[in-house]
T-cell receptor
Framework: LAKTTQPISMDSYEGQEVNITCSHN???????ITWYQQFPSQGPRFIIQ???TKVTNEVASLFIPADRKSSTLSLPRVSLSDTAVYYC??????????????FGSGTQLTVLP | GAVVSQHPSWVICKSGTSVKIECRSL??????MFWYRQFPKQSLMLMAT?????????EQGVEKDKFLINHASLTLSTLTVTSAHPEDSSFYIC?????????????FGSGTQLSVL
C-alpha cells in the first residue's frame, strides 16, 4: 500500500486559497488519489479524486504532476467552516477491488478570521 | 447519493459489558465494509475489513475475539466490542465502498464515541 506524507498542520485566513500537498512516492500504476475531509466527532467525507493531471469539482481542485508522486489539494477562498483535517489516500479504486485505503496522518487546516 | 448510517452515535457502558455498533448502507449494497478506530488528535486506524457472508479480515494487532464483526447482509455490518474496558474507549467509524458520479469512493458513517467506565 502506498504510504502518504502530508504536513501536520496549516493555518490560513478567510478568503485565501489553500494548497495542501501530499507525497506518495511509491504510488502504483492502478492507484487513484482521493482526498477526504473530517470534522471533529464525524466520519470523513469525500472531497475529490483523481488519477492524473487536474481535476476540479464544485468545492476543490486536485493537481497531480506527471510522475504522480505527489498531489496538491487546492481549496479556493476558504472560510471558517473549512477548518478540518484533510486526508489524502492512495489506492486502487476500481469497483470490485478489495484493497484497503490507508489513512496517513492528515493535515489539520485552521482557518482564521 | 450513497449514505452510510452508523449508530449509536455515542454509548457509555460499564467495564466488562459488551457493546454493539451497527453500520448500514442505506441506498446501496456493500459487499465490503471497513471498521476504523480513532483516538483524539490521531488519524483513523483500520481495524478490520468486513466481507458479506464470510469472516472478517483483521489488521495486525487487533484481537478478533475482542472485536467481533458480523456482515450478514449486503447492507449491514456490526462491530461488537466484547468485555469492554476503559482502554477500549475510542471513536469507532465504519465505511463502505460505493459509487456516485462514476467515482468509486468510501462513504463513512458518522462514528460512534464509546466511553467505558
Amino acid at each position: 500500500l502506498a504510504k502518504t506524507t502530508q504536513p501536520i498542520s496549516m493555518d490560513s485566513y478567510e478568503g485565501q486559497e489553500v494548497n495542501i500537498t501530499c507525497s506518495h512516492n511509491n504510488i502504483a500504476t492502478n492507484d487513484y488519489i482521493t482526498w477526504y475531509q473530517q470534522f471533529p466527532s464525524q466520519g470523513p467525507r469525500f472531497i475529490i479524486q483523481g488519477y492524473k493531471t487536474k481535476v476540479t469539482n464544485e468545492v476543490a481542485s486536485l493537481f497531480i504532476p506527471a510522475d504522480r508522486k505527489s498531489s496538491t489539494l487546492s481549496l479556493p477562498r476558504v472560510s471558517l467552516s473549512d477548518t478540518a483535517v484533510y486526508y489524502c489516500l492512495v489506492g486502487d479504486a476500481p469497483s470490485g477491488s478489495a484493497r484497503q485505503l490507508t489513512f496517513g496522518s492528515g493535515t489539520q487546516l485552521t482557518v482564521l478570521p | 447519493g450513497a449514505v452510510v448510517s452508523q449508530h449509536p452515535s455515542w454509548v457509555i457502558c460499564k467495564s466488562g459489558t459488551s457493546v454493539k455498533i451497527e453500520c448500514r448502507s442505506l441506498d446501496f449494497q456493500a459487499t465490503t465494509m471497513f471498521w476504523y478506530r480513532q483516538f483524539p488528535k490521531q488519524s483513523l486506524m483500520l481495524m478490520a475489513t468486513s466481507n458479506e457472508g464470510s469472516k472478517a479480515t483483521y489488521e495486525q494487532g487487533v484481537e478478533k475475539d475482542k472485536f467481533l464483526i458480523n456482515h450478514a447482509s449486503l447492507t449491514l455490518s456490526t462491530l461488537t466490542v466484547t468485555s469492554a474496558h476503559p482502554e477500549d474507549s475510542s471513536f469507532y467509524i465504519c465505511s463502505a465502498r460505493g459509487r456516485t458520479d462514476s467515482i468509486e469512493k468510501l462513504f463513512f458513517g458518522s462514528g460512534t464515541q464509546l466511553s467505558v467506565l
